[in-house]
């Protein structure tokens, strides 16, 4: 569980991340016409918070907090079809994260 004060640091890493997010989102949305672009693991955003698209790839010396069984897939802040194996995250805005990814922002589905 997630203490407020980690809360709020992701809140606030992740309002940081808007504009960049949105301004990669004009730009990779017009070479990308049918979709939103996968997020890449070298985005700033995505290393900052841990990002991986294999959940096997998780940094755990860097987040000990991870646990298995974390998921981008039964995390809260995923949205899209649950059958798609590439989905938005409010965390990432503009950008697709892997079902079977991680990041340190992860927090359990209500
Ligand atoms: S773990 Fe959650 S916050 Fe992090 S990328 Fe996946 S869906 Fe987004």
Redesign the pocket.
């Known amino acids: 569980m997630k203490t407020r004060r980690e809360f709020l640091k ?1 809140a606030a890493i ?1 309002a940081a991340a808007l504009p960049a997010g949105a301004a990669a989102m004009r730009t990779a949305s017009a070479a990308v016409p049918d979709g939103l672009p996968r ?1 890449e693991e070298s985005d700033p955003a ?1 290393v900052a ?1 841990g ?1 991986v698209h294999d959940v096997a790839d998780v940094d755990t010396a860097r987040f000990p907090r991870y646990e298995e069984g ?4 039964n ?4 949205s899209g079809p649950a059958e798609d194996d590439w ?1 938005p ?4 805005p503009g950008k697709l ?2 079902n079977e ?7 359990a589905k209500g």
Do not use: P
Request: aromatic share 14%; charged share 5%.
């Open positions: 992701v992740g997020l995505a918070l990002y974390q998921l981008c897939s995390c809260r802040l995923i989905r995250c409010s965390i990432f994260v892997a990814g991680w990041c340190s922002a992860w927090v």
